[in-house]
């Protein structure tokens, strides 16, 4: 049974910084490549970064240059860190990977406000 299991969530203020992490069980972690989405209010569901098994890694434009995603294959972790916060940057974020289908974590709230 596959489980992705994010935290690191909280409030913080613009320019704050806050660091993800996912904890992943039930599959050979160092195969799989792993993601960070997230979900602001009225939004669809976006992707914020992806890391391959061999580190490669891709950002989507809003974030790139901000924000680092990278795992520990030991842990079986993922991790986002994210710096110089903005509001826009508030939404929920959620753990994935995927085989056959996709696999998603239970979501961590991120809250940017003054």
């Known amino acids: 049974q596959v489980q992705l299991v994010e935290s690191g969530g909280g409030l913080v203020q613009p320019g704050g910084s806050l660091t993800l992490s996912c904890a992943a069980s039930?599959?050979?972690?160092?195969?799989?490549?792993m993601a960070w989405y997230r979900q602001g209010p009225g939004n669809q569901r976006e992707l914020v970064a992806t890391i391959t098994p061999d580190g490669r890694i891709n950002y989507a434009g809003s974030v790139k240059g901000r924000f680092t995603i990278s795992r520990d294959n030991a842990e079986n972790t993922v991790s986002l860190q994210m710096p110089s916060l903005k509001p826009e940057d508030t939404a929920v974020y959620y753990c994935?990977?995927?085989?056959?289908?996709?696999?998603w974590g239970q979501g961590t709230q991120v809250t940017v406000s003054a």
């Open positions: 994935n990977t995927r085989d056959r289908q996709d696999y």
């Open positions: 039930g599959i050979a972690f160092r195969f799989y490549a």
